[in-house]
């Protein structure tokens, strides 16, 4: 693990506008090969981010590296990375040839070897036979691919992905998911990829970094920042998470210590019920559920104060929601979920 | 609260409430309304005055007795050969290209910088600067310029203290576009041209380049053009419709105006002039509906090669 080549290095990036920190002091190594995803809520500095590994922008202090090599002041046609734009900005008065051909006609490759690339390309996208179309004909999520085979014709070091399915519908939005998720495993290029979505992040990334307030909060496997949040913010931020502090804490654990647990790691008992040495209850009324389909949610007013949310798989039949709610019940988890965080962020 | 049917049926309709549901469900005729207006302005009097004003170009013009005879011919036309027709026309066309492109290479690089560059008031000021000479009469803006341009004029003074009366002398001793002074040469006669249609020019430009999105050139330069190559390649073709709106009208408005000849320049005459010659002091109609026609020909051309050129491929 220690050999992986380091493809995207941050070292303390800062950037203002203004007086506001949009970047304030991120460091990150991105390795080779890898898909990386930065997530977060709109303004904690993750476009922001993309567009200094671009050279659309640049950093007021740090140091930007990509494979060892300094390029924190070059201009983004001095960079070997493409971008695929949020709104794709394929160029409206060509084809869809000469979009994914663009690349090659700068670099002034012979026409024949061009034409050559321009096919395989739109294969790879699963577009072929579309290149004399103009983007204007084509639908959302053809543009994405034309979009995306013209960063990839010539094989960038690194692809960067502004919040590239934002646009689709949901269905379109999973199916691209998968679509994108083999197109980086069979080119084997390091895919860096910026979405406020914590599923998509999730489902896609082999590493992922959170983001908040133009810092990077956690960074890490998804299931390492899922079942292991360190912060308040990311326990929040990416999946549902209660939080205890303080005295309702201590009641529960014994310690003051915050906390975070899972929804769906809490089980729904009836009062009085007993548990075992290894885990913690809370008592509480139900004071809402929510049919979900696969899973009902559910909200429990507690008795030492706040709420908490629990979700349960709809194994048998449906919950009979209207019964549940206003019964009393014993919520209880297992203390090895639970998961002690740092206070703030 | 829902209300419930009997309740509403019981509120006597209003006569707009009446009007509006009416018009609902018939929109063909709401559309004609709309459209009624416009349609008679532009089919009855302006479709209705270029038929007649072509009409006329194709009837005879009776030399002796000054009168117009109702036969057709051809003849009106053939006299727009004619040596010195021919070279107004040139002269007209000549002008009005050299304005266009003049106005283009000064409008595009001032509103690339406006739209690119400039923010919040500085951007503001600049278009106002652009637009404020139309707050004033053309006519009030022509004179001023003779004055400028004139022999004892503020610029002849003004190169004088430069040291490049020598150099003002040299470019009025150009043949064809020179003279004894700026406002009665052609080159004088070009400059207020240029100045005069500026916003016409800028105009459509600064639209055009409002609407070609950043996103656009950082693609070009992330995939690796340099910012020559991105102007060429994606700036001027997206921003080619714009450029193309503004050459129409500084084209067609140098190609018919007879303010500026009649004041700036020599006695060369420009074809709005012919166009008012022959109509006024000849009475000969035909022909002077027949020069009206050369400036729309010439338009109708132009637009058809810019369009065969791909200027409008970004539309």
Redesign the interface.
């Known amino acids: 693990m220690d050999e992986r080549i380091i493809a995207v290095r941050f070292v303390d990036v800062k950037r203002y506008f203004g007086d506001v920190a949009a970047v304030n002091g991120v460091n990150l190594d991105i390795y080779d090969g890898e898909f990386f995803t930065m997530l977060g809520p709109s303004g904690s500095g993750k476009t922001t981010c993309l567009r200094m590994i671009?050279?659309?922008d640049h950093p007021n202090s740090g140091r930007i590296e990509l494979f060892g090599r300094d390029v924190t002041g070059l201009?983004?046609?001095d960079r070997d990375?493409?971008?695929v734009?949020?709104?794709y900005?394929?160029?409206?008065?060509m084809t869809v040839g000469e979009n994914v051909a663009?690349?090659l006609t700068?670099?002034h490759r012979p026409k024949a070897e061009i034409q050559k690339r321009v096919e395989e390309i739109l294969e790879l996208v699963r577009l072929p036979g579309l290149a004399m179309r103009k983007p204007s004909q084509l639908s959302g999520g053809q543009r994405q691919r034309v979009a995306l085979a013209?960063?990839l014709i010539d094989h960038p070091k690194v692809l960067l992905l502004d919040e590239p399915l934002g646009a689709l519908d949901l269905k379109l939005r999973q199916q691209m998911q998968i679509e994108l998720k083999n197109i980086q495993q069979r080119v084997g290029i390091t895919f860096i990829y910026v979405t406020h979505d914590q599923e998509e992040a999730l489902t896609m990334s082999d590493r992922l970094a959170v983001f908040n307030l133009g810092r990077v909060e956690q960074y890490g496997a998804p299931e390492d920042i899922y079942e292991n949040p360190s912060t308040v913010f990311t326990a929040g931020f990416v999946g549902t998470s209660n939080v205890f502090k303080g005295p309702a804490a201590e009641k529960i654990t014994g310690s003051s210590q915050t906390f975070t647990i899972r929804p769906e790691k809490i089980a729904l008992h009836d009062p009085e019920a007993d548990i075992s040495d290894a885990e913690v209850f809370a008592d509480g009324v139900v004071r809402e559920g929510v049919y979900l389909g696969m899973y009902t949610r559910f909200i429990i007013a507690l008795d030492l104060g706040g709420e908490l949310t629990v979700v349960e798989q709809n194994v048998g039949a449906s919950h009979k929601l209207d019964a549940a709610r206003g019964k009393r019940v014993r919520a209880v988890w297992h203390r090895d979920f639970i998961r002690p965080i740092a206070e703030g962020g | 609260m829902a209300v419930t049917p009997a309740a509403r049926g019981t509120l006597p309709d209003s006569i707009g409430k009446k009007f509006s549901r009416f018009f609902h469900a018939h929109p063909g005729l709401s559309i004609f309304l709309l459209l009624l207006l416009p349609f008679l302005w532009l089919g009855v009097v302006y479709f209705g005055s270029l038929g007649a004003l072509i009409l006329q170009s194709v009837f005879q013009y009776d030399s002796y007795s000054g009168r117009v005879i109702h036969i057709i011919t051809g003849e009106n036309y053939i006299e727009l050969l004619s040596p010195s027709n021919l070279d107004i026309i040139l002269r007209t066309a000549s002008m009005a290209a050299a304005v266009t492109l003049a106005d283009a290479i000064v409008a595009f690089p001032l509103a690339y910088y406006v739209v690119r560059y400039a923010k919040g008031r500085v951007k503001a000021l600049l278009y106002l600067a652009v637009l404020l000479p139309l707050w004033s009469s053309y006519i009030v803006r022509v004179y001023a310029w003779k004055l400028i341009l004139a022999k004892e004029g503020i610029l002849s003074w003004f190169m004088a203290q430069l040291g490049m009366t020598s150099l003002l002398d040299k470019v009025l001793s150009f043949p064809g576009i020179g003279g004894p002074s700026l406002s009665t040469s052609m080159i004088g006669m070009w400059i207020v041209f240029v100045y005069i249609w500026l916003p016409y020019m800028y105009l459509p430009i600064h639209a055009s380049l409002e609407r070609l999105s950043t996103s656009m050139l950082e693609a070009s330069a992330d995939l690796g053009a340099r910012p020559a190559s991105t102007f060429w390649r994606v700036t001027l073709p997206l921003v080619m419709p714009g450029v193309v709106a503004g050459s129409i009208f500084t084209f067609s408005l140098t190609m018919g105006d007879f303010i500026i000849p009649g004041t700036i320049g020599n006695s060369s005459l420009f074809i709005g002039q012919a166009v008012l010659r022959y109509q006024g002091t000849a009475g000969n109609i035909p022909l002077a509906a027949a020069m009206t026609v050369v400036p729309m020909v010439v338009m109708a051309l132009y637009l058809v090669l810019a369009r065969s050129r791909g200027a409008f491929d970004a539309l």
Do not use: E, W
């Open positions: 671009a050279g659309f201009p983004p046609y990375v493409h971008t734009f949020q709104d900005a394929l160029f409206p008065h663009y690349r700068i670099l013209r960063a």
